[in-house]
């Protein structure tokens, strides 16, 4: 069975044979990029894609049912159009095991399927690149997967074109990295793993754009930009706005709210940051935030750290972040820094204490250290990363250091800031994780 031409979605079919789903594939990448592109680049990288040359007009009228379309990410890299991923999803489509089923939204029964439509069936991972533009995500491939990264919302996709890919052990290069920018906060939090003081000192903003260039090279994602306390630092619109500029999406941890921010940074935030996270006191102090996020226009979550309270405060907390629709994310108790001299307060935290609450997060110490928690609670593996240092490194542009997480006990790798390149970034991200 195959289909004619380059429109697909006027009525339902079958695809199997190589022709025709080459000519699909064809279809999608030209409407995926001839907006942004043009018809006469879009038909050179197409092109190149099938290996033969294709004229403009043999291909100016592919169609896919727009509930079909499919945006193609940009390289994390170049931060240009993947052709890697698209040529990757070329081989997987000419498959013989691989077929298309297709149709269109007016409601008609997809006889054509016949047999077909009782085999098993996907709802291809990708139609999750149907929903926005593919320019928003960026990916890079690791061993067999591909790691998609969409900058509007912060979701992450893992998948892999392969039959039987191997585990993903660890990402080729980090997703994500923690940067300390400053070792300077008034808070003087008893617990506080960072040991920041006021009398903490501000890393130079030629060393973080430094920094930030290197992290933008070897495709990171995001930046989640912590001290001491980054909203003080002098720099820190600018920061923001850097790390934008190299298409890094970037968040931050405070313990200010945002009616006490300055002009400068709450502009900042609004236009350049993904989110941000403030560290909770109380239940109290949820509705506020909440209210906060809806007359700014932020995106802000609520961060909470586990077994600096006393245990019956995580379930008013929980309770109040799911009542006014605010995200929450559990932290482990790090006990270094002043943590080591503070009393970790004994918790209770159960399944159901978990499982009553709305959006919920958990960084990797609460995994350590609530494990147990988390598999009777039935939490899938999928959503559940454990380890430090698989898809994301700690970089102190205050103190020239990288580390596998912000709260290891490891020896710190040594580096002067600013002459931190991304051959130095690869060595540290090789050896952290020995």
């Not at 079958?14 to 680049?41: C, H, N, T």
């Amino acid at each position: 069975p195959g289909h004619m031409g380059y429109e697909f979605g006027w009525e339902c079919f079958v695809l199997s044979d190589p022709g025709p789903k080459m000519d699909y594939f064809i279809a999608q990448v030209y409407q995926a990029i001839v907006k942004e592109m043009g018809e006469d680049l879009a038909a050179v990288i197409i092109s190149e894609l099938v290996g033969k040359k294709m004229e403009v007009e043999e291909i100016e009228g592919a169609y896919v049912d727009h509930q079909s379309h499919l945006g193609f990410p940009r390289d994390a890299y170049t931060k240009r159009l993947s052709t890697a991923f698209i040529k990757d999803f070329r081989d997987y489509l000419q498959r013989p095991d691989i077929m298309v089923l297709g149709g269109n939204d007016n409601g008609d029964d997809p006889d054509e399927w016949g047999e077909h439509k009782t085999r098993d069936t996907i709802d291809w991972e990708l139609r999750m690149l149907g929903e926005v533009d593919g320019s928003n995500y960026l990916a890079k491939k690791s061993g067999h997967w591909w790691t998609l990264f969409n900058q509007v919302t912060g979701a992450k996709l893992r998948l892999s074109f392969d039959k039987k890919p191997n585990e993903l052990l660890r990402s080729a290069t980090p997703e994500l990295v923690d940067l300390k920018i400053t070792n300077y906060c008034p808070a003087n939090c008893a617990f506080c793993y960072q040991d920041s003081t006021i009398a903490g000192n501000h890393a130079d903003y030629e060393t973080i754009e430094t920094y930030l260039e290197v992290l933008s090279a070897r495709g990171v994602f995001e930046i989640a930009i912590g001290g001491g306390e980054p909203t003080l630092h002098p720099d820190f619109p600018a920061i923001l706005k850097r790390a934008r500029e190299l298409d890094i999406i970037p968040n931050f941890t405070t313990f200010i709210r945002p009616d006490k921010w300055s002009h400068e940074v709450l502009r900042a935030v609004r236009e350049y940051a993904g989110s941000y996270a403030l560290s909770l006191d109380n239940h109290y102090d949820v509705k506020n935030i909440a209210g906060l996020n809806d007359a700014f226009g932020l995106r802000g979550v609520a961060h909470f750290v586990v077994g600096a309270h006393y245990s019956d405060k995580i379930s008013y907390v929980i309770e109040e972040c799911k009542e006014h629709g605010l995200p929450l994310t559990l932290l482990g108790f790090k006990n270094v820094g002043r943590g080591a001299d503070f009393e970790e307060k004994e918790q209770d935290i159960t399944p159901k204490i978990l499982l009553s609450a709305g959006r919920l997060s958990v960084d990797t110490a609460f995994v350590e250290q609530y494990k147990d928690v988390l598999d009777a609670a039935e939490i899938p593996d999928i959503l559940v990363v454990e380890g430090e240092g698989r898809f994301s490194m700690y970089l102190d542009a205050v103190e020239g250091t990288a580390a596998i997480s912000s709260y290891h006990d490891a020896p710190l790798i040594e580096y002067v800031p600013n002459i931190w390149s991304a051959k130095k970034l690869d060595e540290a991200w090789g050896r952290i994780y020995q």
